[in-house]
């Protein structure tokens, strides 16, 4: 079934290109970063996400916080956490006001490989964006998300 199978509702159309054009960038930049420098996207997403903490009130992320902007569970994130922290690429500590709660730090180490893994994720975004847009089930999905302006 392709994204314009009559069969298919218009919504159920525009939902099958878009996880399309979802699984071909995510398997483009999975390769490439784990090609380049070990990692997977999952892995990727959680040290630029983690990395954007500040230290200070309101400066950590709780850990669900962390898996919505993974886009994992909150029991895979705590895996994926640990992986990474076996690897010396992330650190954990208890809150000094709740010590309940924990935080995650990426070390540096972490953040070195991060900077080396970004350009690797841009370029294989931009390729994988420029192949699908070949493609004219997927063009104006490509051209929509390039002209998405996300306000910081």
Same mark, same amino acid.
């Given at each position: ?30 390769? !490439? ?15 630029? &996400? $983690? ?9 950590? $992320?709780?850990?669900?916080? &962390?898996?919505?902007?993974? &886009?994992?569970?909150?029991? !895979? ?28 730090? &990426? ?24 192949? !699908? !847009? ?19």
């Amino acid at each position: 079934m392709t994204a314009t199978d009559p069969a298919l509702t218009a919504l159920a159309q525009g939902w099958c290109a878009l996880s399309l054009l979802h699984g071909r960038i995510e398997s483009h930049i999975e390769r !490439a970063l784990e090609a380049g420098h070990g990692l997977s996207m999952r892995e990727f997403s959680l040290l630029d &996400v $983690l990395s954007r903490q500040h230290n200070g009130p309101g400066g950590h $992320l709780q850990m669900k916080q &962390v898996a919505d902007a993974v &886009v994992l569970s909150q029991s !895979a994130t705590t895996r994926l956490v640990s992986r990474l922290e076996d690897r010396g690429l992330l650190s954990r500590y208890l809150c000094d006001t709740d010590r309940r709660g924990i935080y995650t730090d &990426v070390t540096e180490s972490g953040l070195a490989l991060l900077a080396e893994a970004r350009p690797t994720n841009d370029t294989a975004l931009r390729e994988a964006l420029d192949e !699908a !847009a070949k493609n004219p089930e997927l063009a104006p999905l490509v051209s929509a998300v390039e002209g998405l302006r996300i306000p910081a």
